[in-house]
């Protein structure tokens, strides 16, 4: 997230002559490519974590209700 918002605040503030000092030498290059190919990775990784996440809670509780099924019926 702090990424995102520093390739944001640097995109949109990266022209401006009060922003930074040597305003005639800055300017968007190669680097801030990556920085957004970057941040826009982060996002991705995070969707996809969190989805895992979800799964993963999911199967442990269909496991844990297969289990107490199991035990449920062996102790009867």
């Known amino acids: ?15 401006e002559r009060n922003w930074m000092p040597d ?6 290059s190669w680097s801030f490519g990556l920085a ?3 941040a826009l ?7 996809l974590f969190t989805v895992e996440s979800q ?3 999911k199967r442990n509780e ?3 209700q297969q289990v107490f099924t199991l035990n449920q ?3 009867a």
């Not at 997230?1 to 022209?15: E, L």
């Not at 305003?23 to 968007?28: E, G, I, K, R, V």
């Not at 990775?41 to 969707?47: N, W, Y």
Request: net charge negative; proline share 2%; hydrophobic share 45%.
């Open 1 to 15: 997230i702090f990424s995102t918002i520093a390739v944001i605040t640097f995109g949109a503030y990266g022209d």
């Open 23 to 28: 305003p005639d030498h800055n300017h968007l």
């Open 36 to 38: 957004v190919i970057g």
């Open 41 to 47: 990775t982060e996002i991705v990784a995070g969707v």
């Open 55 to 57: 799964l993963a809670r």
């Open 62 to 64: 269909d496991k844990n």
């Open 73 to 75: 019926v062996s102790k």
